[in-house]
């Protein structure tokens, strides 16, 4: 079975550019989770999805980060302007529960890994 | 933030010993569970263990909680050079069910 998939691998840019990130879930699992993992804050939580709908965006870190799951197969995770301090690795996961359904694990993506110059 | 803390941070042992990974936690919980991160890949479930339970197994993982005290444990048996990692605790808390909050983190060296 094809696990979360990812892309871009790797992302190089500028300081001031338009960063897209993407995801494609496990197909049938309910739940979308975006993360991001520095070596100073370890791996952070940024938004929760729950059947395409955004449940928990407390952990995004500004406005300049922006995310979307247009569909049960797609999700994106933007930031507009990128900065120095957006490099980090970020990943994608996704699980079968939901809500109201604990105990469920999540699967990972390989993750992104974003420098921004 | 983060709930979970491992001890230690690091550890290096031989190939064939056990090595033994602590996490401590604050709040109440539903579930404590473990991941796996090998470099420059993601996070790979290895274990839940439900606030109910007191210790589970899997192959050569043995995993404890002791919600008492807000601990868990992680025991890898006759350590491989392949499980060279870092090991994170994850829990999940009572009152956001959907919600894993992770550790800083084990990184594991399995010397050959």
């Known amino acids: 079975d094809a696990g979360v998939i990812q892309s871009p691998r790797h992302e190089v840019t500028e300081m001031g550019q338009e960063v897209t990130l993407r995801c494609k879930p496990i197909?049938?699992?309910?739940?979308l989770f975006w993360y991001r993992q520095t070596m100073m804050r370890g791996l952070e939580l940024l938004i929760y999805f729950n059947n395409n709908v955004p449940i928990d965006d407390s952990g995004m870190p500004e406005d300049r980060f922006s995310a979307k799951m247009p569909n049960a197969s797609f999700s994106t995770l933007k930031i507009q302007p990128s900065e120095p301090r957006d490099s980090a690795v970020y990943f994608c996961?996704?699980?079968?529960?939901?809500?109201?359904?604990?105990?469920?694990?999540?699967?990972f993506g390989d993750g992104t890994r974003l420098s921004i110059l | 933030s983060q709930q979970g803390e491992e001890d230690p941070q690091a550890l290096s042992i031989q190939e064939g010993e056990n090595a033994t990974m602590n996490c401590s936690y604050k709040t109440s919980i539903n579930n404590l569970q473990w991941y796996r991160q090998n470099s420059g890949r993601g996070l790979v479930h290895l274990i839940l263990i439900r606030s109910n339970e007191r210790e589970k197994h899997s192959g050569r993982l043995r995993v404890t909680l002791d919600t008492s005290k807000k601990s868990s444990s992680l025991l890898i048996t006759a350590s491989r050079a392949a499980d060279t990692a870092s090991y994170f605790c994850?829990?999940?808390?009572?009152?956001?069910?959907?919600?894993?909050?992770f550790g800083s983190g084990t990184r594991l060296l399995v010397r050959p």
């Open positions: 197909s049938g699992h309910n739940s």
């Open positions: 994850a829990t999940e808390p009572m009152d956001s069910s959907y919600k894993l909050i």
């Open positions: 996961a996704s699980s079968p529960g939901d809500r109201s359904y604990s105990n469920q694990p999540q699967h």
